[in-house]
């Protein structure tokens, strides 16, 4: 197995072509992409670029479709931020994370040989420490050496954001809003083993919209392929609405 440092031989791809339409609400939101809003001092894909530059990762390739001049305003080509940035953007129509994926792949943008990173700007990871993406990367390591190709981090449980009932004879026994459920949820952060990279080929059609998600992590789970990893709860901030965007605004306290 291939030894796989912090940061070195590394390309965190981040999927930026959302339209966040329940940011809507968010001055200047409508005219640009969900992950170039700010959430005090820095937007939402910066911040994320900042998480991995720290654990020594130079490579970033951006997935852009929805209002991609925003990106590259605050991202350039990566050298304020002492790393290199690229982009690959649909054709012209949606084709999902893991169309996406593939595109920039077949385009060269990611390294033969690099361990590959995707991580949604818009799922932010607050109030761990410095070394949490070096830790990650340690993480998805020792699971490579158990066979895994993949490894998903995720939060033990997660709040199911609607209300929910106990029902008998079609009345409400009880009522709650935002219950836990104690299943493990994807953090939106995934890493891969340069092995695993031409399962986007065998797997995932640019003739439609594709989540890889859907596809390549049930495909890796019925091999046992695909490691999990844990981080608490209340470090996963998603930022999807404006109840998640204000909880991100309330836990950086203005950082």
């Known amino acids: 197995m291939r030894e796989v440092t912090a940061g070195s031989r590394a390309t965190v791809i981040l999927p930026a072509g959302g339209k966040g339409e329940r940011l809507a609400g968010l001055a200047g939101a409508r005219h640009r992409s969900k992950v170039a809003i700010r959430a005090g001092r820095m937007s939402l894909i910066e911040r994320t670029v900042r998480l ?56 060269g943008l990611v390294p033969p040989g690099d361990t590959v990173v995707v991580h949604n700007p818009d799922d932010q990871i607050v109030g761990l420490d410095r070394d949490f993406a070096s830790s990650i990367l340690r993480r998805h390591r020792a699971a490579a050496r158990r066979g895994a190709l993949a490894t998903a981090v995720c939060v033990p449980w997660t709040e199911y954001a609607y209300s929910s009932f106990a029902i008998r ?77 204000h909880k991100l605004l309330a836990t950086l306290g203005g950082r």
């Open 52 to 107: 991995w530059a720290r654990a020594g990762v130079k490579r970033f390739v951006v997935l852009v479709f929805t209002h991609p001049g925003s990106v590259r305003a605050i991202l350039g080509d990566g050298r304020r931020l002492g790393v290199s940035v690229r982009y690959s953007a649909d054709p012209g129509r949606p084709v999902g994370r893991g169309g996406a994926i593939l595109l920039a792949v077949e385009r």
């Open 169 to 245: 004879r079609g009345f409400a026994r009880t009522a709650g809003m935002y219950p836990k459920v104690r299943l493990p949820a994807h953090v939106g952060l995934t890493v891969f083993e340069p092995a695993a990279i031409p399962l986007f080929r065998k797997l995932i059609s640019l003739e439609k919209k594709t989540d890889f998600e859907k596809v390549v992590f049930p495909y890796l789970a019925r091999r046992r392929r695909l490691g999990i990893t844990m981080i608490p709860t209340k470090a996963w901030i998603p930022v999807n609405d404006l109840r998640g965007y």
